[in-house]
Nanobody
């Protein structure tokens, strides 16, 4: 049974930083895609960042240069480092994992989802 458990959310002022973690179990993800998505109130869920097992990453334009996705295969953990946070980054952030290779910010490429962790950025 695949489980993804996010942690690290919280509240921060604009310009600050937060780091999210996603611990994966029951899933061999070292060579498959994983990603971070977010959903703000009243908005659709959107892809934020994705990483495959071969060093490729992709980011939404809104977070490029501010967010960094990384993986620790030995710990089965996915990370998202978020710098220069803006109020518009406020959302529930979800970790996702999916079969197949290559990076993707499309929800339909992911089969497994975590429960989410809240990030709130105040101005």
């Amino acid at each position: 049974q695949v489980q993804l458990v996010e942690s690290g959310g919280g509240s921060v002022q604009a310009g600050g930083s937060l780091g999210l973690s996603c611990a994966a179990s029951g899933y061999t993800y070292s060579n498959q895609r994983m990603g971070w998505f977010r959903q703000a109130p009243g908005k659709e869920r959107e892809g934020v960042a994705s990483s495959d097992g071969f060093g490729s990453t992709t980011y939404a334009d809104s977070v490029k240069g501010r967010f960094t996705i990384s993986k620790d295969n030995a710990k089965n953990t996915l990370y998202l480092r978020m710098n220069s946070l803006k109020p518009e980054d406020t959302a529930m952030y979800y970790c996702a994992a999916g079969p197949g290779f290559g990076v993707s910010l499309r929800e339909y490429h992911y089969d497994y989802w975590g429960q989410g962790t809240q990030v709130t950025v105040s101005s």
